[in-house]
């Protein structure tokens, strides 16, 4: 991504919706944190974590995603938009197409809406570095199910449009409960995750770094999936259910 991660564990978005921790996560021991995810009307608030002092080069991301009343065809203006709102304010931005709008753009009936929305970030990210005179790397984050077998289309699509990273939000499905958040300590399903990240490995074959999120809960847990081809793992429900020093502690 061009970019120097203090260390490779991070904070999902999700946690820290409007950057109110933002860049500070590394006095916890993070080395990023992806805040947001923001629709494209929340984008042009400033954000409070993006203007805060750098601590210890902690990697500031900043998750972007559609309107929730928005449709597909809709979706690269809702993207755009927020992507020139927040490229001088983050290191990374991440096009979040894990909500239910987004996740319609992945069904094979809007192929073409998907692949317009990849080639025009890219063409946005080219026109912004030239304006700003700075690169901001551009990940997507999509959902894999836990007991899913076909690799989504859109990863290799992800690495031939030299897109900067994937962000693979490996999910059991809902509801999301502590009792889900136990069940996900089971090591059969911390295989399953691993086999997820070890597949797209194989298929990216270094075209692309793996940035690993979902059920991650100790140091072994990061060891894992570092181990199955994952460049950066985040962290979301451990931080809810163990507390802010689990950076600390466990991991």
């Not at 991504?1 to 820290?16: E, T």
Request: charged share 20%; net charge neutral; aromatic share 6%.
């Amino acid at each position: 991504m061009g970019l120097s991660f203090p260390n490779p564990l991070g904070i999902a978005a999700g946690f820290d919706k409007q950057g109110a921790l933002g860049r500070e996560a590394g006095a916890l021991g993070f080395g990023s944190i992806e805040v947001g995810t923001l629709g494209p009307q929340e984008a042009s608030v400033c954000l409070a974590g993006a203007r805060s002092p750098d601590s210890a080069g902690t990697i500031l991301g900043v998750s972007i995603g559609m309107d929730p009343q928005s449709v597909p065809r809709q979706a690269c203006h809702d993207y755009l938009e927020g992507l020139r709102s927040v490229w001088n304010q983050a290191d990374y931005v991440a096009i979040n197409l894990c909500s239910r709008q987004a996740a319609a753009l992945l069904h094979p009936s809007h192929d073409e809406l998907l692949e317009e929305l990849l080639v025009a970030l890219k063409q946005e990210q080219r026109a912004l570095t030239v304006l700003s005179g700075r690169y901001v790397p551009l990940a997507v984050k999509v959902k894999l199910s836990l007991e899913g077998l076909a690799l989504p289309p859109v990863v290799t699509r992800l690495a031939a449009l030299r897109f900067d990273a994937l962000t693979a939000a490996i999910d059991p499905g809902p509801p999301a409960t502590p009792q889900r958040y136990v069940e996900w300590q089971a090591p059969q399903r911390q295989r399953q995750a691993c086999q997820w990240i070890d597949r797209l490995a194989v298929e990216l074959a270094g075209r692309l770094p793996i940035i690993a999120v979902g059920g991650i809960r100790s140091a072994w847990h990061v060891s894992e999936r570092l181990r199955a081809g994952a460049t950066l793992v985040q962290l979301h429900n451990a931080l809810v259910y163990e507390g802010p020093r689990v950076a600390l502690g466990k991991i």
